[in-house]
């Protein structure tokens, strides 16, 4: 029983830097998964994959969202991290972690976090 969930700040000024975090029990985030993915969901849109790292460290970006996006790991606490710059109003939505077999970027995934808000706002 694989158990993801998301944890940082809900509420982030612009220009700021978006900080979460996922803790990950029930597997090893260097077990043989191709990602363990952070993936969005403005208001009124549909889900948007916004990065991944893999099970050796490996990361991989959504091109529109690249030059912004950072994930990194912790091993030692089976945890994984999203940063993303230079924040807009543009970027308040639910943020999930999830982890699947398949290429991250399809969305196929077979674990979910529970999703957490962030509202970017003065």
């Known amino acids: 029983q694989v158990q993801l969930r998301e944890s940082g700040p809900g509420l982030v000024k612009p220009s700021q830097t978006l900080s979460l975090t996922c803790t990950v029990s029930?597997?090893?985030?260097?077990?043989?998964?191709?990602?363990w993915s952070w993936i969005r969901q403005p208001p009124g849109k549909g889900p948007e994959w916004m990065g991944a790292i893999n099970n050796d460290g490996t990361t991989y970006y959504s091109p529109s969202l690249k030059s912004r996006t950072s994930i990194s790991r912790d091993t030692s606490k089976n945890q994984f991290t999203l940063q993303l710059s230079s924040v807009t109003p543009e970027d308040t939505a639910v943020y999930y972690c999830a982890s699947g077999e398949s290429s991250p970027w399809d969305m196929e995934y077979e674990y979910w976090g529970q999703g957490t808000q962030v509202t970017v706002s003065s």
């Open positions: 029930g597997d090893s985030i260097t077990s043989n998964y191709v990602g």
